[in-house]
């Protein structure tokens, strides 16, 4: 099983390090956590986080989150993403990587990631 993806601010990270739990806006507004999979998270990088210098990349153990993950798409496409219905308790996160934009302003993956 991989690790799923999701892009944090550092400081919502460094809350949930204090709290054991991450929760962001979005798990109330819309009930979940939005995650990608290595290879979708490049595409959300570049269109919801541009120009964002203050980024970490969590990466998640599926097998250890304790909320219910589910494969979805909410926007009517095709492509299924994974969306975590609860808090993230922070001991799934097995990497916190750096997520800063290149000179050229385009997101890379952290070459510790795999691709697949």
Request: glycine letters at 6%; proline letters at 4%.
């Amino acid at each position: 099983m991989a690790n799923i993806l999701h892009i944090a601010t550092k400081d919502a990270w460094d809350s949930a390090k204090a709290s054991g739990f991450y929760a962001i806006a979005s798990l109330k507004s819309e009930g979940f956590i939005h995650c990608s999979t290595p290879a979708q998270v490049l595409r959300v990088a570049r269109e919801r986080f541009a120009g964002r210098d203050d980024l970490v990349l969590l990466e998640i153990a599926e097998n250890r989150v304790r909320v219910e993950i589910k494969y979805e798409n909410c926007e009517g496409g095709s492509e299924l993403f994974p969306h975590l219905y609860g808090p993230l308790n922070v001991d799934a996160v097995v990497w916190v990587h750096e997520f800063k934009p290149g000179d050229d302003g385009d997101f890379s993956l952290p070459d510790a990631i795999s691709r697949e």
